[in-house]
């Protein structure tokens, strides 16, 4: 197995171990990088276990032209760790808690967006990996390593009750479902649909009942309508079949779209009740055709939405102590990323990989 290798030149920085791609064909394979020593505001965190998310597989192959991958690329952004050291002015933690990381580690703190607790929307963000590093040059890099350093104000509590390899795909994947929810009002008496299974699907009926909203999931796959059920759905339908779609024509208030493949939302357009509204979360590589009379008729609205800000985020974590929740992982030793890897890409997991990153301590 080849090993890429980073230089790491000027004071204040040291060598983490971690696992990288050194382009969009190539595996994932042991390296060393560099990470700055914490700043008077720095959260140093040994990284315990760091989730997989389907976006880690379109970046390391660069297949977002909107986000050009640079190389070498150290990927991960659903981070649970325990914290090693703090900065001078750090009030929030202290070594030994648990923390958690996400897709975000910085932004201006300046814009509305900030100032509205909308960090993800802020234009000068920073992305856990594949962004500009401001403190060492370069780009950041991600989770798959031993350790990270992030800003306190980018670093999550994590509750003691919650496991930590179901923990960390909630950085990503269950913030990412969580949110929608919280913005569109899904709350107990709403009808609720979740078009897909995966990853996001799963967190998202596991939220929407929490809610106690009534829990609808749309799958292709007969074989999920049984899965759906058990991990808190009220009803299943195989998209496909005609007769079950038609049964839920004009009724719901709210439906959370996890699909990463081209399909037709139209479909899923007309169950939408007057004023409901359809929220896309998952991002396939063609645009959607939407028929504007789908949206005209019973004023439907049709919507994004991207994780959340860090003090929602923190929300999510509080209630997912509160109610149990974490995300169905297969936990991996990240000797085998490049298996998971390939298993992703067939939908071959239920319904998210978690690395134990004390694996990393045997190379």
């Not at 999550?156 to 949110?179: D, Q």
């Amino acid at each position: 197995m080849s090993t890429t290798q980073f230089s790491s030149q000027s004071r204040g920085q040291y060598e983490a171990r971690a696992y990288s791609a050194a382009d969009p064909k190539s595996q994932l394979v042991p390296t060393s990088i560099p990470r700055r020593d914490p700043g008077d505001d720095d959260v140093q965190i040994e990284i315990l276990f760091c989730g997989i998310c389907h976006s880690d597989l379109h970046q390391i192959r660069n297949e977002w032209s909107a986000m050009p991958t640079v190389y070498p690329c150290v990927p991960g952004h659903e981070i649970v760790g325990r914290v090693t050291k703090v900065g001078n002015a750090v009030t929030k933690f202290k070594p030994g808690d648990l923390a958690a990381v996400g897709c975000l580690v910085d932004s201006d703190g300046e814009c509305p967006n900030c100032q509205s607790g909308l960090e993800q929307f802020c234009p000068h963000m920073t992305l856990t990996y594949n962004s500009s590093d401001i403190h060492l040059g370069g780009v950041t890099y991600g989770g798959y390593s031993d350790s990270i350093v992030v800003k306190e104000h980018f670093v999550l509590h994590v509750p003691s009750n919650m496991n930590l390899a179901g923990t960390a795909p909630l950085l990503c994947a269950g913030i990412t479902t969580y949110s929608p929810m919280r913005h569109w009002g899904v709350t107990t008496g709403k009808k609720v649909g979740v078009v897909g299974l995966g990853g996001l699907g799963h967190m998202a009926v596991k939220f929407a009942h929490a809610l106690g909203a009534h829990v609808v999931v749309f799958t292709t796959s007969l074989k999920k309508k049984e899965d759906a059920m058990t991990l808190g759905a009220d009803e299943a339908v195989v998209s496909q079949n005609t007769d079950e779609m038609n049964k839920h024509v004009g009724s719901f208030d709210f439906i959370i779209d996890t699909v990463s493949a081209e399909h037709d939302i139209n479909a899923y357009l007309q169950l939408l009740r007057p004023d409901g509204n359809l929220t896309l979360v998952g991002a396939p590589d063609k645009p959607h055709a939407v028929s504007a009379l789908s949206l005209l008729f019973n004023r439907r609205s049709l919507s994004g939405s991207l994780i959340g800000g860090i003090a929602e985020t923190q929300e999510m974590l509080e209630f997912c102590s509160k109610h149990n929740i974490t995300a169905d992982v297969e936990i991996i030793p990240i000797q085998k990323v490049n298996e998971a890897y390939e298993r992703l890409s067939r939908a071959d997991v239920k319904y998210r990989f978690s690395i134990d990153m004390s694996s990393l301590k045997s190379q």
